[in-house]
Structure formats: structure tokens, C-alpha cells
Nanobody, 115 residues
Framework: QVQLVESGGGLVQAGGSLRLSCAIS????????MGWYRQAPGKQRELVAT???????NYADSVKGRFTISRDNAKNTVYLQMNSLKPEDTAVYYC?????????WGQGTQVTVSS
């Protein structure tokens, strides 16, 4: 069974940086797109960034130029480097992976940016 284990969330001041990691455990077969989504209190979950198997990336307009998504296929891990964080980036961040088995979500990691 495939599971996603996220880490790297926390509390940071505005302008600071955090790096999120999401590792796939189990027996992932044919991992395709990987991505990060977030959900702020009272809001719907929204896409932050995605990366395909051949490293094509896509970002929400609100994070372009500040966040960078990357992946290590050998480690079955996807990363989200977040720089110049803003209070409006505060949310629970979820990892999502699409593979031959289907679609999996992580448990979420809290990111809080103080002003």
C-alpha cells in the first residue's frame, strides 16, 4: 500500500523560508505527476505546484517566483522550497501523487507565517 509522509512544516516569520518534503512509502509503481496543494481555514483546497515525470512544472500565480517544486525519482520524494513567505501562505499543505496504483494524498503539514 502506498503512503505519503510529509515533513517540513512549521512556524516562520514573513519573509522567511521553509522546505517541505513528501516521501512515498510502500511499493510505488510508475509514479507520474507529483504536487502540492494547500487549504487555508474556511477556504477550498487549492493547487500550489505540480511537477511531471519529465520535470515540467506548473505553479499557482500566487506563488510564482517564490516557490520551487522539485522531485527525486530515485528517492520517490517531492519537495517544495518556499521563499519570501507571506501571512497569506498560511495553510495546511498536502502532497499529492499520481501513479499506476491511482491517486494518493498525504496527511497534511501545517505552515504558519506570522506578520
Amino acid at each position: 500500500q502506498v503512503q505519503l509522509v510529509e515533513s517540513g512544516g512549521g512556524l516562520v516569520q514573513a519573509g522567511g523560508s521553509l522546505r517541505l518534503s513528501c516521501a512515498i512509502s510502500g511499493r510505488p509503481f510508475r509514479v507520474n505527476a507529483m504536487g502540492w496543494y494547500r487549504q487555508a481555514p474556511g477556504k477550498q483546497r487549492e493547487l500550489v505546484a505540480t511537477i511531471t515525470r519529465d520535470d515540467r512544472t506548473n505553479y499557482a500565480d500566487s506563488v510564482k517566483g517564490r516557490f520551487t517544486i522539485s522531485r527525486d525519482n530515485a528517492k520517490n520524494t517531492v519537495y517544495l522550497q518556499m521563499n519570501s513567505l507571506k501571512p497569506e501562505d498560511t495553510a495546511v499543505y498536502y502532497c499529492n501523487v499520481d501513479g499506476a496504483w491511482g491517486d494518493s494524498w498525504g496527511q497534511g503539514t501545517q505552515v504558519t507565517v506570522s506578520s
